[in-house]
C-alpha cells in the first residue's frame, strides 16, 4: 500500500504542464526577428518550435535554466502565418499562431492605464486582428500589491487575456505605475517610492535598446515607433522621481533629437505617458520641435480620450478607463470619457495612416488621416 501510494506521488510528479502565459514581443529594432516569451514554477531551459505550419519543422534552444524565459527566433519580413510552441523540460505549451507583418494592410492597437482597469475586457483588441499592439504606459497598478508583487504584476496582466498576448506581439511603454515598489503617499518620503531603471518591466519585456526607451521598424510599411520613458515629470529630482531625465541635456533628450530628424520613414510615432501640452512646455519648449517632426504623439496620462492639434500634428491621449479626471490640452480638438482605444490602420506604399479612437463597442469616436512626413 505504502509502496503503491509512492509511486503514483512520483508519477503525478512527472507529469508534464501545460505552459499557458505566453507573450510575444520584439526583442530588437528588427521586425523579423520576434521573443518568444513564457514562465515556469520551476527553472528549466527553454527551446520554441516554430515553422510556417502546425508541423512546426525548426527549433531554437536556450541552456540556462530560468523561470521567465525568452528565445528570440527570426520569421523573416514575408511569408504566412507563424506557428509556434515552447518547452521547458517535459512541459510543452499548445501550438499557437501569430500574424507577422507579410501582408497589405498594417493594424496597430494601443492602448493605456491597463492598471486601473483590469475589468475591462480586452477581447475587443483580439477582434481587431491586429499585426501589433502597444500601450502607453501605467499597464498594471503597481509592484506593491499584495499577491502580485513586481514581476507577478505583469504576470497577472498577460493573464487578464492569454489569447490576445500569445497571437500579438507586444510593446508596452512605461508609466509610472510600471515602476512603484512602494505606496507613493501624500509626501516625498526618505526612500525612493518608484524604481527609475524598471528592473521588474525589462526582466520581463525583452524590448529594443534600452527597454525603458526603445524604437521598432515596420519598413513594408514605413512606419518607425520611438517609445520615451516619461512619466510625472515634475518629480524629477526628488523622491518620487519616475523616469529617466527627460531635460535638454538628457541621454534620453539626445537620443530622441537623432531619431525624429532621420528622414527614412514616412510615418513616425512617438509613444509616452506623460501629458502632453507638459511634455510640449518642458524645459522651456525644447521638446515641442522635436514632437513637430513627428507623424503623431501618443500618451496615458489621463483617464480620457482626446485628440490635439499643433501646428498640424495631432497629439491623442488613450486610457482604457474613460471615466477619470479630465486634463484638457489647450489644443484640444476632441474628447471622450468613454472607455477607449486606439487603432492605427495602413497599408503599403500608402499616402496616409488612419488613425481612430474608438471605444469597447468597436464605435469609431474620432478618425484622422495622417499624410506622409
Given at each position: 500500500m505504502y509502496r503503491?501510494?509512492?509511486?503514483?506521488?512520483?508519477?503525478?510528479?512527472?507529469?508534464?504542464?501545460?505552459?499557458?502565459?505566453?507573450?510575444?514581443?520584439?526583442?530588437?529594432?528588427?521586425?523579423?526577428?520576434?521573443?518568444?516569451?513564457?514562465?515556469?514554477e520551476q527553472p528549466g531551459a527553454s527551446m520554441?518550435?516554430?515553422?510556417?505550419?502546425?508541423?512546426?519543422?525548426?527549433?531554437?534552444?536556450?541552456?540556462?535554466?530560468?523561470?521567465?524565459?525568452?528565445?528570440?527566433?527570426?520569421?523573416?519580413?514575408?511569408?504566412?502565418?507563424?506557428?509556434?510552441r515552447v518547452r521547458s523540460g517535459a512541459d510543452a505549451s499548445a501550438i499557437s499562431s501569430f500574424r507577422g507583418y507579410a501582408g497589405d494592410e498594417l493594424r496597430v492597437g494601443i492602448f493605456a492605464d491597463r492598471g486601473y482597469a483590469r475589468d475591462r475586457d480586452l477581447s475587443v483588441l483580439v477582434k481587431e486582428d491586429l499585426n501589433l499592439?502597444?500601450?502607453?504606459?501605467?499597464?498594471?497598478?503597481?509592484?506593491?500589491?499584495?499577491?502580485?508583487?513586481?514581476?507577478?504584476?505583469?504576470?497577472?496582466?498577460?493573464?487578464?487575456?492569454?489569447?490576445?498576448?500569445?497571437?500579438?506581439?507586444?510593446?508596452?511603454?512605461l508609466g509610472n505605475h510600471d515602476?512603484?515598489?512602494?505606496?507613493?503617499?501624500?509626501?516625498?518620503?526618505?526612500?525612493?517610492?518608484?524604481?527609475v531603471d524598471a528592473v521588474a518591466f525589462r526582466s520581463f519585456f525583452p524590448l529594443p535598446e534600452d527597454g525603458w526607451k526603445w524604437r521598432l521598424d515596420l519598413p513594408r510599411f514605413g512606419v518607425r515607433f520611438l517609445a520615451l520613458d516619461a512619466s510625472h515629470t515634475r518629480d524629477q529630482g526628488t523622491t518620487w522621481q519616475t523616469n529617466h531625465p527627460i531635460a535638454k541635456s538628457s541621454v534620453q533628450y539626445g537620443w530622441y533629437a537623432k531619431e525624429v530628424v532621420q528622414m527614412d520613414v514616412p510615418f513616425l510615432i512617438t509613444l509616452d505617458n506623460e501629458q502632453n501640452?507638459?511634455?510640449?512646455?518642458?524645459?522651456?519648449?525644447?521638446?515641442l520641435p522635436l514632437f513637430l517632426q513627428c507623424s503623431a504623439v501618443i500618451t496615458g496620462y489621463g483617464y480620457f480620450g482626446e485628440r490635439a492639434e499643433v501646428e498640424g500634428v495631432p497629439f491623442f491621449n488613450t486610457c482604457l478607463k474613460g471615466n477619470g479626471d479630465l486634463y484638457k490640452d489647450p489644443k484640444s480638438v476632441f474628447v471622450t470619457r468613454e472607455d477607449n482605444y486606439i487603432l492605427l490602420t495602413l497599408t503599403?506604399?500608402?499616402?496616409?495612416?488612419?488613425?481612430?479612437?474608438?471605444?469597447?463597442?468597436?464605435?469609431?469616436?474620432?478618425?484622422?488621416?495622417?499624410?506622409?512626413?
Open positions: 503503491f501510494t509512492f509511486l503514483f506521488l512520483f508519477s503525478v510528479q512527472l507529469q508534464a504542464a501545460l505552459i499557458e502565459r505566453l507573450w510575444l514581443t520584439h526583442a530588437s529594432n528588427d521586425c523579423g526577428r520576434i521573443t518568444i516569451s513564457w514562465e515556469t520554441v518550435e516554430y515553422g510556417t505550419s502546425e508541423a512546426l519543422g525548426q527549433a531554437v534552444s536556450v541552456d540556462d535554466a530560468v523561470t521567465i524565459h525568452h528565445v528570440e527566433i527570426p520569421i523573416g519580413r514575408g511569408g504566412v502565418r507563424h506557428f509556434y499592439l502597444l500601450t502607453a504606459g501605467d499597464n498594471v497598478a503597481s509592484l506593491h500589491e499584495k499577491g502580485i508583487e513586481g514581476t507577478k504584476a505583469f504576470s497577472a496582466l498577460i493573464d487578464s487575456q492569454r489569447d490576445l498576448f500569445r497571437s500579438t506581439p507586444f510593446m508596452p511603454v515602476r512603484e515598489m512602494t505606496p507613493r503617499g501624500s509626501q516625498p518620503p526618505d526612500h525612493p517610492v518608484y524604481d501640452a507638459l511634455m510640449r512646455g518642458y524645459d522651456g519648449g525644447a521638446w503599403r506604399d500608402a499616402a496616409q495612416m488612419k488613425v481612430e479612437i474608438k471605444n469597447f463597442a468597436g464605435d469609431v469616436l474620432d478618425v484622422r488621416e495622417i499624410s506622409r512626413r
